[in-house]
């Protein structure tokens, strides 16, 4: 197994949005706002090589959407998904599986462009896209709360494409054997079944976090994002999380955070803290 860091250009959320009932005081420390109370986020995906497969988790925002639409989250930087898959030496039809950890526009936008036609269609041509059926049904049926996070046009010609495939949900939560190395967790309180791929590298465990952390300043339990639909939930999702994490030595690659491509966790007396930060590469 080979992995592949993927910067797909950054964007700009509302602080207070971000750290949810956390004040501006305490956030600010980590996350410092701009003039506009907008703090600064990466879209960081992870391409995999493992064996004869060529796995992309998550895709990025994509650049399908509206001028206006754009406007809104401030994007910024000179790196795409389709550049930053060329300079590992990829293209993107060699990609073989998209996995999708949930359905919000700023995780799936880039697996879906609009052609010369003006129709929508798979970025990856030669790739089946995996999701789950009840974070599916979740987001093609959104709720009026998440309505804005979820755009058909992101995930309907998935679905038309045939390319679409489900990954089972256990009881436990805990799904493996989908492909070899790599497992799922899920977890239910930023959105129904989003799901977290867990790497098996080497000696390592590599945990996708997706929104269940997105940066190492919501390592506190009360930092939770006001996006998440159920926040008690998510509270107690990361704290049996984090604990595993610093028992385990996880490794949590982070997809939001500006400054940090990973960390480790470990106990303290104030409960589960940051350990160390580091750039991926330096494990490999």
């Given at each position: ?184 967790l899920f977890a239910d309180g930023h959105t129904e079944s989003q799901m977290l791929p867990v790497l ?85």
């Amino acid at each position: 197994m080979t992995l592949h860091p993927i910067e797909t250009g950054n964007f700009k959320l509302d602080g207070g949005a971000m750290f949810g009932v956390v004040p501006k005081s305490i956030w600010q420390r980590t996350n410092p706002a701009d003039e506009n109370n907008m703090c600064s986020w990466a879209m960081r995906c992870l391409l995999i090589e493992n064996g004869d497969q060529l796995i992309l988790v998550d895709t990025g925002i994509g650049n399908k959407q509206s001028d206006k639409f754009f406007s809104y989250y401030y994007l910024f930087g000179n790196k795409s998904l389709k550049t930053s898959i060329e300079e590992k030496g990829f293209s993107i039809d060699q990609v073989t599986d998209v996995i999708l950890t949930h359905l919000h526009f700023d995780h799936c936008g880039g697996a879906i462009t609009k052609n010369q036609n003006g129709t929508f269609e798979p970025f990856f041509k030669n790739a089946t896209y995996w999701s789950n059926e009840r974070h599916w049904k979740w987001a093609t049926e959104p709720n009026p709360r998440e309505k804005a996070s979820f755009l058909k046009e992101n995930i309907l010609p998935i679905q038309e494409s045939g390319q679409l495939k489900f990954i089972e949900r256990s009881e436990d939560y805990f799904t493996k054997n989908v492909f070899e190395g790599i497992d799922f967790l899920f977890a239910d309180g930023h959105t129904e079944s989003q799901m977290l791929p867990v790497l098996n590298y080497k000696d390592k465990k590599i945990v996708f976090m997706a929104d269940l952390l997105p940066s190492v300043g919501h390592i506190p339990l009360p930092y939770v994002m006001g996006y998440d639909t159920r926040p008690l939930i998510t509270l107690g999702e990361k704290e049996i999380f984090l604990k595993k994490a610093a028992d385990e030595n996880l490794i949590l690659f982070l997809e939001h955070d500006f400054d940090n491509q990973c960390c480790t966790v470990k106990h303290t007396e104030k409960g589960v803290r940051l350990d160390q930060t580091f750039d991926l590469q330096e494990i490999l």
